[in-house]
């Protein structure tokens, strides 16, 4: 089975800190991804990773970036959290050639 | 634009009874449909997903669900729903020329009654 972990299930951070979401994955896959929950708008994308090193933005890139050093993980980066930014975060990963997501459980992160 | 439809924010049943949620799409061409199930305070899991040939395709946990071309629905269906399956349910398109892009529905809340 594949597995994509997040690192904290839940985080509370001070508005203006530097916040790093991390997650891991399993399956050796290619693509990796972003994305915010909020209600009653389901998942918007942040970013994506389509290789170690590599990136494009999503639709709501604003206030995020991203970085892939290792293909098994894929890190998101508040530079200055804003109260704004509190959210459940989803990362997912995705193999080359296979169009099915896989979710790891996610982390809820209020910005105080 | 693409875009995803839930229409019903919140669906109560009562246990035993059966369940239809549903989903409307606008996509340019035939895309690929998934239905995401979310327990609470989980990530999504799959619960099924339609690529081609058979409209009618079967997931996980007894659910099944219904591609109607002429309508561009994708609706989700179960015969007889347990109280485990109170979750929130999400409906997604996939492009079939780019495996990155995904379109999520808003979700539907799904609370099952004794």
């Known amino acids: 089975d594949v597995k994509v972990t997040q690192s904290s299930r839940y985080l509370v951070k001070r508005t203006g800190e530097k916040v790093f979401l991390e997650c891991v994955q399993d399956m050796d896959h290619e693509n990796m991804f972003w994305y915010r929950q909020d209600p009653g708008l389901g998942l918007r994308l942040i970013y994506f990773?389509?290789?170690?090193?590599?990136?494009e933005k999503g639709d709501i890139p604003e206030g995020y970036s991203v970085s892939r050093e290792k293909k098994e993980r894929f890190s998101l980066i508040l530079e200055s959290a804003s109260t704004n930014q509190t959210s459940m975060y989803l990362c997912?990963?995705?193999?080359?050639?296979?169009?099915?997501?896989?979710f790891g459980a996610g982390t809820r992160l209020s910005v105080l | 634009a693409q875009s995803v439809t839930q229409p019903d924010i919140h669906i109560t049943v009562s246990e035993g009874a059966s369940l239809e949620l549903r989903c409307n799409y606008s996509y340019g061409a035939t895309p690929y449909l998934f239905w995401y199930v979310q327990s609470p305070g989980q990530g999504l899991q799959l619960l099924l997903k339609y690529f081609s040939g058979d409209t009618l395709v079967q997931g996980i946990k007894g659910f099944e669900a219904e591609f109607k071309r002429s309508q561009s629905s994708f609706n989700l269906r179960k015969p007889s729903v347990h109280w485990s399956d109170a979750a929130e349910y999400f409906c997604?398109?996939?492009?079939?020329?780019?495996?990155?892009?995904?379109?999520f529905g808003s979700g539907t809340k799904l609370n099952v009654k004794p």
């Open positions: 990773s389509y290789d170690v090193k590599m990136k």
């Open positions: 997604a398109v996939g492009a079939r020329d780019n495996f990155n892009k995904f379109y």
């Open positions: 997912a990963s995705r193999g080359t050639g296979e169009n099915i997501q896989y």
